[in-house]
């Protein structure tokens, strides 16, 4: 009872609050997006890289895209790491605060797009608790769902380089977590056509 008078009391930070008013409106573009994480433990590991692009009608928005690696210097010395990828990288690099207050106001209300976007979904919300927000109310939709939607398939799941595969989406040499968010939208895209998706 206490944890819920706290939360209904709790003062957001002004960029939480900024994003919370905006899904008085509909969503008017897609954002897919892709993480690269420590880990696959929401509770412990961080998020290393996010990259998204915006999708609006049938067409990715290149201008209208995030990258940025997330500087994690404590978690990695905390846990004996090296940090080879954070400098080698070319990608913008942030502290984890101003890249997800960044992120946040880039996504606003639109709908998230990922592969397992749940995973994403929950990296992002344990990162979002640490600032003392809430969780992503935005809706989100998981390519994979909706391959084994169109196919009526149940008992399987589907890797990025599957799909890539089925529907003839060149990989490129480079994997980043950009790299990823630009094959999920051109994956989307296929998809969300034959899904008759608006």
């Known amino acids: 009872m206490l944890d819920w008078i706290k939360n209904i009391n709790k003062e957001y930070p002004d960029f939480w609050k900024d994003y919370l008013t905006k899904f008085e409106t509909k969503p008017n573009r897609f954002v897919v997006l892709s993480t690269e994480t420590s880990g696959l433990n929401p509770n412990k590991d961080v998020i290393l890289s996010l990259g998204a692009f915006a999708v609006v009608d049938d067409g990715v928005v290149i201008k209208d895209s995030f990258e940025s690696?997330?500087?994690?210097?404590?978690?990695?010395?905390d846990n004996g790491l090296s940090n080879e990828f954070i400098i080698d990288s070319k990608m913008i690099k942030m502290e984890e605060p101003a890249a997800l207050e960044a992120f946040i106001n880039f996504i606003g209300n639109a709908v998230l797009v990922g592969h397992?976007?749940?995973?994403?979904?929950?990296?992002?919300?344990?990162?979002?608790?640490?600032?003392?927000c809430g969780r992503l109310k935005n809706e989100a939709l998981?390519?994979?769902m909706m391959y084994r939607k169109l196919t009526d398939i149940n008992d399987k799941q589907f890797s990025l380089d599957d799909l890539g595969e089925i529907f003839k989406i060149p990989?490129?040499?480079?994997?980043?977590?950009?790299?990823?968010?630009?094959?999920?939208?051109?994956?989307?895209?296929?998809?969300?056509?034959?899904l008759g998706i608006k």
């Open 116 to 132: 397992h976007i749940n995973f994403d979904i929950e990296m992002l919300n344990s990162a979002l608790e640490r600032l003392d």
């Open 69 to 77: 690696v997330l500087l994690q210097y404590k978690f990695l010395h």
């Open 142 to 144: 998981d390519v994979d």
């Open 171 to 194: 990989k490129s040499d480079r994997n980043s977590s950009s790299e990823d968010a630009y094959r999920i939208a051109l994956l989307f895209l296929k998809l969300k056509s034959r």
